[in-house]
């Protein structure tokens, strides 16, 4: 099959879950005989090169404006595709429902991938809340198949729109620690540290962590990985902080870096609430992190007894961060589950044989050519 993957920023990732997505599905399907075609925004790769681990890329430019910058590029990314004949659009992202007209071409299959609960994020509000849940109508009327990664999401679309939703997992490694003399440059040391990898967006609850590690008696030191694309009050707010244990980190995008982070980690804090499965949740518990995790379906429906969880509220955060301090001997058994989830549940191979069988069904006349990734098999 000639399978284009579009509306995400690009690869190699850089950026978020769509675009590790795009990397791990497209080049195990390349590994499997498939064309696959990946539509970049030019603005975030300085260094281009034509093929990446079997895919062809293909950059395009995006208004760098917070709420145009997905359907610009999807646009002009669909545009180029009219040039061109390719059996599936595997397209990503809820913003980009409006903009499937102009795919619509006969012996051409689309598929389009919903994410999130985006409505409900703080940094939509007014027309851009507005927008999503109009795309969000919109895409419930599409005669395309929808896919979530997450079961509570398929359950809201079932729910609020009537729609049922094809589900498809999202993928993590088990990863381990190589060289912890990556951490040095952050002045950090294995097992000293609590970690929170998100962007510095209210529904990550970032400000929440460091109000409640600012109370936290400890040496540890907290680290901060991500940051903010577009200026915006609460990120202000985040760096205003003068606690000396906690280190803001940036954006990185370094793997080798990463692994150290996470695996190193004495525990790792996800306060995101806003929907979906959370890449960067599966990610640290791959890793074996000791994850303290905010209270809301999404994350007990990837966690279950893999993690401990609080509410919203700075004082049991708090309680949490301190009771796993003084309880070390029992937080190897809630580690150890987190493992077995990521290996039963979210694994790239089987997830990518899920996406080759979708293609299939709405595709048939261009049967998949069977290579040697096996449901189930390891990384």
């Known amino acids: 099959m000639k399978i284009a993957l579009i509306g995400t920023r690009g690869v190699p990732a850089r950026y978020g879950g769509f675009e590790t997505c ?51 590029h999807t646009a002009l990314s669909l545009l180029h595709i009219l040039r061109r004949r390719f059996d599936i659009l595997m397209v990503f992202n809820l913003a980009n429902s409006p903009l499937l007209f102009l795919a619509r071409r006969p012996g051409e299959r689309i598929a389009l991938h919903l994410d999130g609960l985006e409505w409900t994020r703080e940094k939509w509000r007014g027309p851009g809340r ?41 993928g993590a490694s088990i990863e381990e620690s190589r060289h912890p003399a990556l951490l040095e440059p952050f002045d950090l040391r ?29 040496k540890m030191r907290l680290a901060l990985v991500g940051g903010t694309t577009y200026r915006s009050k609460y990120a202000d707010e985040v760096f205003a902080t003068k606690d000396p244990r906690i280190r803001f980190l940036g954006f990185c995008y370094d793997r080798d870096v990463l692994r150290e982070l996470r695996t190193n980690a ?41 993690a401990v969880y609080f509410q919203k ?46 293609f299939e069904r709405i595709c048939p006349k261009r049967k998949a050519s069977r290579g040697s990734v096996a449901r189930g098999a390891g990384e």
């Open 190 to 218: 294995p097992g000293s540290y609590f970690l929170q990898m998100a962007r510095f967006e209210p529904e990550n609850n970032i400000l929440l962590t460091i109000r409640a590690f600012e109370k936290l008696e400890t």
């Open 266 to 306: 004495f525990a790792y804090i996800h306060g995101n609430e806003a929907g979906g499965t959370n890449p960067g949740l599966l990610q640290a518990m791959g890793a074996g992190c000791f994850v303290i995790a905010r209270d809301v379906p999404f994350n007990r429906e990837v966690c279950g007894d893999g």
């Open 130 to 170: 507005m927008y999503y849940q109009f795309a969000a109508r919109l895409a419930t009327r599409l005669p395309v198949p929808l896919i979530s990664d997450s079961r509570e999401i398929q359950k809201y679309f079932r729910r609020r729109f009537g729609r049922g939703t094809e589900y498809i997992s999202y």
């Open 22 to 72: 795009a990397e791990e599905l497209g080049r195990r399907l390349a590994r499997r005989g498939h064309e696959v075609w990946v539509y970049c925004r030019s603005g975030y790769y300085g260094r281009r090169t034509g093929f990446f681990e079997g895919m062809r890329l293909v950059y395009l430019p995006a208004l760098p404006i917070k709420f145009f910058e997905t359907p610009s």
């Open 313 to 358: 509220h700075i004082g049991e955060l708090k309680e949490k961060m301190a009771w796993a301090l003084a309880h070390r001997a029992e937080l190897e058994p809630p580690k150890i589950r987190a493992r077995q989830i990521i290996r039963a549940r979210y694994n790239w191979d089987a997830v990518t044989l899920d996406y080759e069988r979708l």
